[in-house]
């Protein structure tokens, strides 16, 4: 239970709060990549400010706040040029710096021009997605390296879910240290509607947990469970997944890879990616010119939650504790020690950023590559088996490149098997 002084610090995302000084030191997808190719300009909002984002024709990105500094008219508007953005109300022209580069009207005030700014971010391309970076940096001190976390950079055939979900984002990434939830939500709940739409709920989700463990690590804390009929030397408690902190949840198994992006928004709002790679055993690469994403359904046309596939029995979850989870009226148990543990995390994080130093998971190191712990044999249920119920009963199920997904873990099955034959 946490006093209302507490919920409310905990959940802020705003600019000079506490928490949100915390995250405005990470990087955060706001945008797919496809999107600027299709237009220039796009305007985003996250951790409840708006912003003008663009890609100019020589392939460079920018992002500064939206409103102009000179009449604050919308910048998301704006024309792109080769050295940035054009406002469309007088012409004025900032560039990925930031620095005004361009004033039609007060051409011959160059002193005027270089007092003017705008507060530009950082913005580079990954994996399908636009990353911006919108807290503080300059030249003594940079902003931190976009981690190049596996799932981004890997072999493997993508697809990215999305849905923008009402409520704050810290309900969200409890759930990532929650291994219970998996055997009521995904099992007992998920026979429950099956029973009544006609279908047969996956019998691995509603294995019972024996043994639940956290580990705190450089990224964030590894969640690990023992199912009954396995054992501590099996993927889930051996190896674990981790949540990525603060806002990303790493998930795999049957040759599938995926990272679970918690992006706030703003206080009440939280885009749900769902950045998935298909790379099974015997994956024989396929090339995609574009990496496809696509809405998944959060509500019926009646407006009730759609609870008939996994992630969207979470959000339901996440979204029916309220815009703001009230903390101060719950009743946590022996089970929800992962919960206690990150809050504890948020909190020590709020500390060393008012330090002035970097928080947890931020990386000055070049790198090409970070490989997260995550098990390959979930639930102990086997691969091709697994990625096949994943396909069927997740979010993958609206995939619009299901049917090409599903012959990729099959055609992989197929050739481990003749393979192991073969050495037989």
């Known amino acids: 239970m946490l006093t209302a002084e507490q919920n409310e610090q905990l959940t802020q995302v705003e600019a ?28 985003v909002e996250l951790l409840g400010e708006f912003f003008a984002l663009w890609k100019s024709p020589s392939g460079r990105y920018g992002i500064v706040p939206e409103a102009c500094p000179h009449r604050k008219a919308s910048l998301a508007y704006g024309v792109v040029e080769a050295d940035g953005i054009r406002c469309p109300y007088h012409g004025w022209v900032f560039d990925a710096d930031g620095a005004c580069t361009s ?145 990303n949840m790493r998930v795999g198994g049957g040759g599938i890879h995926q990272m679970q992006i918690r992006v706030p928004i703003n206080r009440t709002t939280t885009r749900f990616i769902l950045y998935t790679v298909h790379s099974p055993d015997g994956y024989e690469h396929v090339d995609q010119p574009q990496i496809p994403d696509y809405q998944v359904p959060v509500f019926d046309k009646d407006g009730r939650h759609v609870t008939n596939y996994v992630e969207g029995q979470d959000m339901m979850a996440w979204v029916t504790q309220g815009a703001i989870t009230d903390r101060t009226t719950e009743h946590l148990g022996r089970s929800d020690i992962g919960v206690a543990m990150l809050r504890k995390m948020f909190r020590e994080q709020m500390d060393v950023v008012a330090r002035g130093e970097d928080p947890l998971g931020t990386i000055r190191e070049e790198h090409e590559r970070i490989d997260l712990p995550c098990e390959k044999d979930k639930f102990h249920a086997g691969g091709a088996q697994f990625a096949l119920d994943f396909c069927d009963m997740g979010s993958t199920r609206f995939s619009p490149v299901l049917d090409a997904i599903k012959k990729i873990h099959i055609s992989a099955a197929d050739k481990i098997a003749s393979e192991k034959a073969a050495a037989e």
């Open 103 to 247: 004033q039609p009207a007060e051409r011959d005030n160059t002193q005027f021009q270089e007092r003017v700014r705008a507060q530009a971010g950082k913005v580079e391309e990954m994996g399908g997605l636009v990353w911006a970076y919108v807290g503080p940096h300059s030249e003594e001190d940079p902003a931190p390296l976009l981690p190049r976390f596996d799932t981004y950079v890997m072999d493997g055939f993508r697809d990215i879910g999305w849905a923008d979900l009402p409520c704050n984002y810290v309900q969200i990434m409890e759930n990532a240290v929650d291994p219970h939830h998996v055997e009521f939500l995904h099992g007992r709940y998920f026979e429950f509607v099956g029973k009544h739409e006609g279908f047969t709920a996956p019998a691995s989700f509603g294995k019972e947990h024996v043994k639940i463990g956290f580990t705190p690590f450089e990224w964030g804390i590894i969640k690990r469970r023992v199912l009954k009929g396995a054992s501590e030397e099996n993927d889930d408690w051996k190896v674990g997944h981790p949540l990525v902190f603060p806002y």
């Open 16 to 43: 000079g709060t506490p928490m949100g000084e915390v995250l405005r030191r990470y990087w955060y997808p706001v945008a797919f990549t496809r999107e600027l190719e299709e237009f220039p300009v796009k305007r």
